[in-house]
């Protein structure tokens, strides 16, 4: 069975500090494996995706993530922190190949301090 | 840029009545999905759907719910005798195609049931 712990509920940073939310991960097959942001009364945003190319993967705002098949995680990285990026965040992992089910972690709150 | 739109955006309905709520979703995408959160919980699946029929569903998804896409732009979640345990925000998604493909979310429905 697929199954997404995000290791801290909440996360704290300052401006311009780096941001780092933790994934890890458990499939019996090869997972897509996504980050999706949710802002205060808005839907899921998708940060970026991994699906088997490039370990490292680029996002938007200029957040990347490291797909580590060793280590079973794929934590979210940011090198600056900015005040818009306050938001909850979500590790998702991907179902059975046929369903197109999405498997999200609880969800980490990032707040950024000016 | 096209998004996922849902209606209405707060539903408020007393026990026992039963509930439409609405999703447009990106007008090339051919898979449907339905998730809810639960507050202070995780973002669950509940269906997925393709070519009007029901992919995948989960053990959420009981005989008091049904999804419809009764037009080429709509695509519907009923609940039909809504409980209190029903009280979630609703997001509708869409997806070109399954499994690795990304899923566009809308900006959900929050489902209060007094």
């Known amino acids: 069975a697929q199954s997404v712990t995000q290791l801290d509920s909440h996360v704290s940073v300052s401006e311009g500090t780096p941001v780092l939310l933790r994934c890890n991960y458990s499939?019996?097959?090869?997972?897509?494996l996504f980050w999706y942001v949710q802002h205060p009364n808005k839907g899921l945003q998708l940060l970026l995706k991994?699906?088997?190319?490039?370990?490292l993967v680029k996002g938007i705002n200029g957040f990347e993530a490291e797909f580590k098949k060793s280590e079973t995680s794929f934590h979210l990285t940011k090198p600056s922190a900015h005040m818009s990026d306050a938001a909850e965040y979500f590790c998702?992992?991907?179902?059975?190949?046929?369903?197109?089910?999405?498997?999200f972690g609880q969800g980490t709150t990032l707040q950024v301090k000016p | 840029e096209p998004e996922v739109t849902q209606t209405p955006s707060h539903q408020v309905t007393q026990m026992g009545q039963e509930v439409i709520l609405r999703c447009v979703p990106i007008?090339?995408?051919?898979?449907f999905y339905w998730y809810r959160q639960i507050l202070g919980q995780k973002v669950e699946f509940l269906v997925s759907?393709?070519?009007?029929?029901?992919?995948?569903k989960s053990e959420i998804f009981d005989d008091q719910f049904s999804v419809e896409r009764p037009d080429g732009s709509n695509f519907t979640l009923k609940i039909r005798s809504t409980k209190l345990e029903d009280s979630a925000m609703y997001f509708c998604?869409?997806?070109?195609?399954?499994?690795?493909?990304?899923?566009?979310f809308g900006p959900g429905t929050r489902l209060t049931v007094l």
């Open positions: 007008s090339n995408h051919l898979y």
């Open positions: 998702v992992v991907s179902g059975p190949s046929n369903t197109g089910k999405l498997i």
């Open positions: 759907f393709y070519n009007n029929e029901i992919s995948e």
């Open positions: 499939s019996s097959y090869s997972p897509s």
């Open positions: 991994y699906t088997s190319a490039a370990t």
């Open positions: 998604a869409s997806s070109e195609a399954l499994y690795t493909d990304t899923q566009y």
